[in-house]
């Protein structure tokens, strides 16, 4: 079946690191992929998306690659704010435009000043 | 821009107890899905709807059930409460044409 795995936190890194965090996926067929960004109390908030391979979703400073050969979709920001302190969901849509998301675990990054 | 929007934002019940959550989804969005999130842990999908009609049915307990009306909201109805069905339940709207779904702040239900 579909499946996303995602790397395990929690992440800890000082303000401006490199962040990367690992998503690999199992699925039939050509899902789209996802990164969902959850702030504390609060709901799931699209951060980038990919819909094909070679794909390269992007948004404030984020971005992922559609790797289709290596079936992964890792995340990357090259200089990290404290405010970007939050968990981080992996996700991927498979059945076309009514299917539903399938997450990764999520990944607790937390940025210290 | 609008949202989702979801009702109430907490719930307190006791075991045993019945809860309806409410989600109404972006103006002309025709596609809605609730999923469950338990403490520290991944949403999981529950079900969802396409215009009125169940389009997909994931992990949800035969106690509870959905439904979307002709205005295009949907309601959860949860019956017979366990403690274990505390959790934040999202709901999601998506426009039949597109790959993005937009999630509601959820709503938080805690069972004593």
């Known amino acids: 079946g579909n499946s996303v795995t995602q790397m395990e936190g929690p992440v800890t890194l000082s303000e401006e690191a490199f962040l990367t965090i690992n998503c690999t996926y199992t699925?039939?067929?050509?899902?789209?992929l996802f990164w969902y960004v959850q702030y504390p109390g609060e709901g799931l908030q699209l951060l980038l998306k990919?819909?094909?391979?070679?794909d390269k979703g992007s948004n404030k400073g984020f971005e992922a690659t559609y790797r289709k050969e290596t079936t992964s979709f890792h995340l990357e920001k090259g200089s990290v704010q404290v405010s970007d302190s939050a968990v981080y969901f992996c996700?991927?849509?498979?059945?076309?435009?009514?299917?539903?998301?399938?997450f990764g675990k999520g990944t607790k990054l937390s940025v210290k000043p | 821009a609008a949202g989702v929007i979801q009702s109430p934002r907490h719930l307190i019940k006791e075991k045993r107890e019945t809860a309806t959550l409410k989600c109404y989804p972006i103006?002309?969005?025709?596609?809605v899905y609730w999923y469950q999130q338990g403490p520290g842990q991944d949403p999981q999908f529950l079900i969802s709807?396409?215009?009125?009609?169940?389009?997909d049915k994931g992990s949800i307990p035969d106690r509870f059930s959905a439904q979307q009306f002709s205005d295009y909201h949907s309601e959860l109805n949860m019956s017979s409460l366990e403690l274990g069905d505390s959790a934040l339940y999202f709901c999601?709207?998506?426009?039949?044409?597109?790959?993005?779904?937009?999630f509601g702040p959820g709503t938080r239900l805690t069972v004593l």
């Open positions: 990919a819909t094909k391979a070679d």
């Open positions: 709807f396409y215009e009125k009609m169940q389009s």
């Open positions: 699925a039939t067929g050509y899902p789209s």
């Open positions: 999601a709207s998506s426009p039949i044409t597109h790959n993005e779904q937009f």
């Open positions: 996700a991927l849509k498979a059945g076309g435009s009514q299917g539903n998301l399938i």
């Open positions: 103006p002309r969005h025709d596609t």
